[in-house]
Each structure stands twice: as C-alpha cells, then as structure tokens.
C-alpha cells in the first residue's frame, strides 16, 4: 500500500492507517527479490477515478516485475490504459460493486 503525500509515493502500514517515510520506488529498487507486488494506491482507493498511471508506469519501467494496479479503477478505459503501459494484472472492486463496469465486460477485457 501506498500513499502520495506531496507528489511522492510513500508505504503506508497498519491497514492504510501510518504512512512511513518509505519511499515505494527505494523499497522496491533496494529490494530486487521481489517479483510480485500489489501495488494500492489507498489516495485513489475506492474512488473509480482511474488508477495512478504514472506510478505504475514508473515501476514497471524501472523494474523487472509483475505489478497488480489497484486503486481508483473505475472503467474498461481504465483496464485498457494499464495495458499500455505493460500492465498485465489489476484489482477491480467497488467498479463491480458499482456495476461500472460488468462481469461480462471483464472476461472480454484481455
């Protein structure tokens, strides 16, 4: 989990509640073992306002990993934006929840 606090992506522990002074791309560049990383963005967290493109765009770049985008996802074009960026994987909660976006719409979203 991450959260922006003046532009910069810091970890935040204790169920979103304490963000640390951790910067997410340091945690990630120091710790190479890593392969998977869900990635929730908890400012864009339930709020279907699109997910932070530019912070997994960073993190795919710079990374070899596979990324979970969550966080914000509110739409197909959303779903389809990750995938430009090479993001293959991502959490879609409240836009189900919400019937923004349907089941039947997921399953043809490869």
């Known amino acids: ?3 922006l606090v003046n ?8 169920g ?4 640390t002074d951790t910067n997410l791309y340091d945690f990630i560049n120091n710790n ?8 929730t963005d908890i400012s864009a967290d339930g709020t279907l306002s699109g997910p932070n493109l530019d912070i997994y765009k960073n993190l795919l770049t710079n990374n070899s990993i596979n990324l979970i985008a969550s ?3 509110g739409s197909l074009e959303d779903i389809n934006n990750l995938k430009l960026i090479l993001c293959n994987e991502c959490v ?7 019937n923004k976006i ?3 719409e997921l399953k043809n979203a490869n």
């Open 16 to 19: 979103w509640t304490k963000n």
């Open 92 to 98: 879609v909660g409240k836009a189900i929840y919400e």
């Open 1 to 3: 989990d991450f959260n």
């Open 71 to 73: 966080g914000g996802i």
């Open 32 to 39: 190479k073992w890593i392969k998977n990383i869900l990635a």
């Open 102 to 104: 349907s089941l039947k």
């Open 7 to 14: 532009d910069t992506p810091l970890l935040a522990v204790n």
